[in-house]
């Protein structure tokens, strides 16, 4: 008898074929993940080595002396020593960090004395990786700047760059940003891109009605609309989304982006900085024909904090721009005190979508249970009072479950898994104008809208 690990034992296909080669053997299908089975046969054939591993080779190094760096260009820089246990160190922690579905890979030097720590961003929510012994802290960091072409022997000054490395199934981009803290150490940032095509955007979690409304907002041909929220919410991902909406045959697109995270068929990217982004900006304004009815251009101007930029911002184009305000309503307040011309920006502005991401529970242990007095009061806190509740009919007891997640291999025993949008869209209208006109306050703003929704 032959046992044989298979993703799917219905799959007779694979059965038979599996019978074929084995002679018409008896078999013994046993059930595993894919991904499991993928990481055993290259952990055991070698096509696949584990970080604690390349570490003991680190170790193995007799001196046990710091790896020394050349300074050299950044195309010829090298590491001596253990060079090639740090290059496989470096490539490790990338690839496993990719395949844990990780946002953001963390390497943080804590001087000579202590280890350096990996830390993996998953699902917003930063985990421990790995522990690298403090004498090869400076190749590691070293290494991960000679993959984004950055200058090794610049060490006091932050930088910026890209990696771009071909995974089995994709080619995926890194962002990494080096930042000098004290005693001498240099952190390291790595944001993980995913080089594919954009979502649809109906695959964004938008509610129906939001969705047709953002609809209709960004095939307007003229006016701003504007996608806010902190960092790391993903309004990168909306506004690639919402491009990918409307580039067809016949719509010009332009962006101005810094830097530029990711290629997209149909659209003319531009790098902007301080001193090409009016430069960049006048020159899209030039270069697209004046709007037509049958063919429009559209420009995208991202993360610019300067009051200048702001300024410049064209209203006869339709223009996204992301901002980093908390909501809808705060951001109009946040734009006039960069001392925008209000009565032009209410007649420009079309509206703001406000998102930030939660954790959802995972699917594979979540469960249901009979809440707590206090989760009670919690969940009626967030939606407006118990009264708000008793008038939809909810009301505390036996009755009021909820679902948590008990934890499990799929989730690291976390009990979440994934994240998942929440939107808030503000569409301007003549009376929400007239009030951006005359400066009014978030919280005027706030109550004009809740009743503008109500």
Not at 87 to 106: E, F, T, V
Not at 380 to 402: T, W
Not at 437 to 447: N, S, Y
């Amino acid at each position: 008898m032959l046992a044989v690990v298979i993703d799917d034992p219905q799959d007779l296909g694979r059965a038979d074929a599996l019978r074929v080669i084995d002679h018409g053997a008896r078999l013994e299908f046993q059930v595993a993940l894919k991904d499991d089975i993928i990481a055993y046969i290259e952990a055991s054939y070698g096509l696949r080595e584990d970080v604690g591993s390349i570490i003991k080779e680190l170790g193995a190094d007799e001196k046990g002396a710091e790896v020394n760096v050349v300074e050299e260009a950044a195309d010829d820089a090298k590491v001596v020593e253990s060079d090639s246990a740090v290059i496989k160190l470096a490539n490790q922690i990338i690839a496993d960090a990719y395949r844990r579905n990780c946002s953001d890979i963390h390497i943080e030097p804590n001087g000579k004395e202590a280890n350096t720590t990996v830390r993996f961003r998953i699902d917003g929510d930063c985990q421990a990786y790995q522990e690298i012994p403090p004498q090869y802290r400076q190749a590691l960091v070293a290494r991960i700047k000679i993959m984004a072409n950055l200058d090794i022997s610049e060490r006091r000054k932050p930088q910026d760059g890209k990696i771009r490395m071909r995974m089995k199934d994709r080619q995926i981009e890194l962002r990494v940003a080096t930042i000098p803290t004290a005693n001498g150490n240099e952190d390291v940032v790595m944001r993980i891109l995913a080089a594919s095509k954009p979502l649809p955007i109906e695959q964004m979690g938008l509610s129906d009605r939001t969705l047709e409304q953002l609809k209709i907002l960004i095939t307007k041909p003229y006016g701003l609309v504007l996608v806010v929220g902190p960092t790391g919410s993903g309004k990168t991902t909306t506004l690639h989304s919402a491009l990918g909406f409307i580039n067809t045959v016949d719509m010009k697109i332009w962006t101005a982006e810094d830097p530029v995270e990711s290629r997209r068929r149909g659209c003319a990217k531009c790098r902007c900085n301080r001193r090409l982004g009016s430069r960049s900006r006048r020159r899209c304004a030039r270069s697209c024909a004046p709007i037509p009815t049958s063919s429009w251009s559209a420009k995208c101007v991202t993360k610019k904090r300067r009051r200048p930029a702001s300024r410049r911002a064209s209203p006869v184009t339709w223009c996204s721009r992301r901002c980093t305000t908390n909501s809808a309503p705060e951001t109009i307040t946040r734009l006039l005190d960069m001392e925008l011309d209000p009565f032009s920006f209410a007649d420009s502005l079309l509206g703001v979508l406000a998102q930030r991401l939660a954790r959802t529970i995972c699917k594979a242990c979540k469960e249901q249970y009979v809440a707590t007095r206090d989760e009670f009061e919690q969940v009626a806190a967030a939606f407006g009072g118990e009264a708000v509740l008793a008038e939809q009919g909810i009301h505390f007891g036996p009755e009021f479950k909820l679902w948590r997640g008990r934890g499990c291999e799929a989730c690291g025993g976390s009990g979440y898994k994934g994240r998942c949008g929440l939107h808030e869209l503000l569409v301007t209208t003549d009376e929400l104008k007239r009030a951006i006109a005359h400066k009014a306050p978030v919280e005027q703003i706030r109550q004009f809208v809740a009743s503008t929704a109500a």
